[in-house]
Every structure is written in C-alpha cells, then in structure tokens.
T-cell receptor, first 117, second 114 residues
Framework: GAVVSQHPSRVICKSGTSVKIECRSLDFQATTMFWYRQFPKQSLMLMATSNEGSKATYEQGVEKDKFLINHASLTLSTLTVTSAHPEDSSFYIC?????????????FGPGTRLTVT | AQSVTQLDSHVSVSEGTPVLLRCNYSSSYSPSLFWYVQHPNKGLQLLLKYTSAATLVKGINGFEAEFKKSETSFHLTKPSAHMSDAAEYFCVVTLYNAGNMLTFGGGTRLMVKP
C-alpha cells in the first residue's frame, strides 16, 4: 500500500513553454502533498506544501507564479512550471501523507526529470 | 527549529564489510527520524523510521539504526555491505507539530567496492 505515482517520469521542453507534472496517491487519500526539488548530487529542497482544496504554502524563495500547484482532490496534486527556463531543469519529487494512517509519514513518488532546452 | 547533519558526504566500503552512515539531529521537541535510500534517477525509499518506540530500529535490507537522545544521533548501520547498497542515503527529521514538514540531511553517497 501507500503508493505514490508521478507522471511523466521524464520530460524535455523548450524554453518559454509550460510543463505540468502530476502526483497521485494510488491507494490512499492524501491529507497533504509536498513538492520537492533536487539538484544533481544534492539533497531535496521543499518547494511547497499543499492541502486538498486550499492554496499551497510556498517555501521562502520559491516563486508561486512560476511554480503553480493545484491540489484538486485527495488523490491528485499538480505542479506546473510556467515559462520554463534552463535553470528550472531539475528532478522534481512529490510526496503525500496518508489521511487514514494519521498522516505523519510521507510517501514519495518516483520523481520527474525535467530538462529545459 | 530542527536540523539534520549527515557527517559524511561520501562513504566507501568493500563488499561484505560493515556500513556506518552517521546522522546527528537538532530538535526542540521529540522528533521522528527516518532514513531513506535513493538510487540514481529514482525516488526515495523508506529504509526505517523511529517514532518514539524502541530506540533500536530495524529496517529493510538488513539496515538498522539506533536513536541516541543523549548524543542526538541516529546512525545507520548494516553488518555486511552488498553491491546493491550503493546509493544515496538521506537522514530525515520531522516533528508532529511541524505540519509533517520533513527536514533532510545533505545526503551520504555510499560506494561499495567489490
């Protein structure tokens, strides 16, 4: 149980275009979903926290107009990178907490590799 | 506030020898602590977790970690390394009253030599 999926696993886009990444909890309802960014050979950096039906809370230094997060249901959150630039190239990982299990452990998706050319 | 320090960015061991990955944390309250493993271009897999029960925690793939409050440490160990253990390891801390926010250590890359 407690599986989180991400789609796509890899995406290449041109500079100036927008890219949407989906994060789904497959067998549980997610109280909260988190979005992380990971640069090569570095640790994960929390970008934002989102609760179903409410606005996401962004970490300091993360542009909310650049990284749009929508958490429309208890099993789906999306991250849209708007007007992508090469510096947005990174590994994006989402996680979710299980509402039914008390919601303190985060389950991670497999990540999405974004390359902006 | 909470923080996590992984003392070694790289650890190299020979196959069949013990593994020790060090982690120290700082927390104002009783934390929950996790170790995750990440293989190249993959997501994170939970190895084990400490949530205020037994201080010696056994995880998957033969890993275990001991929570030592007096030393504010949560070191990860394995008696005998396997080639498949080569990966990046993250020590993570969270607090119940921190909205499930995780604080990640910088990571330790484990290399296993044949």
């Amino acid at each position: 149980g407690a599986v989180v999926s991400q789609h796509p696993s890899r995406v290449i886009c041109k500079s100036g275009t927008s890219v949407k990444i989906e994060c789904r909890s497959l067998d549980f309802q997610a109280t909260t979903m988190f979005w992380y960014r990971q640069f090569p050979k570095q640790s994960l950096m929390l970008m934002a926290t989102s609760n179903e039906g409410s606005k996401a809370t962004y970490e300091q230094g993360v542009e909310k107009d650049k990284f749009l997060i929508n958490h429309a249901s208890l099993t789906l959150s999306t991250l849209t990178v708007t007007s992508a630039h090469p510096e947005d190239s990174s590994f994006y990982i989402c996680s979710a907490t299980d509402r039914g299990a008390g919601g303190y452990e985060q389950y991670f998706g497999p990540g999405t590799r974004l390359t902006v050319t | 506030a909470q923080s996590v320090t992984q003392l070694d960015s790289h650890v190299s061991v020979s196959e069949g020898t013990p593994v020790l990955l060090r982690c120290n944390y700082s927390s104002s309250y009783s934390p929950s602590l996790f170790w995750y493993v990440q293989h190249p271009n993959k997501g994170l897999q939970l190895l084990l977790k400490y949530t205020s029960a037994a201080t010696l925690v056994k995880g998957i793939n033969g890993f275990e970690a001991e929570f030592k409050k007096s030393e504010t440490s949560f070191h990860l160990t394995k008696p005998s390394a396997h080639m498949s253990d080569a990966a990046e390891y993250f020590c993570v801390v969270t607090l119940y009253n921190a909205g499930n926010m995780l604080t990640f250590g910088g990571g330790t890359r484990l290399m296993v030599k044949p």
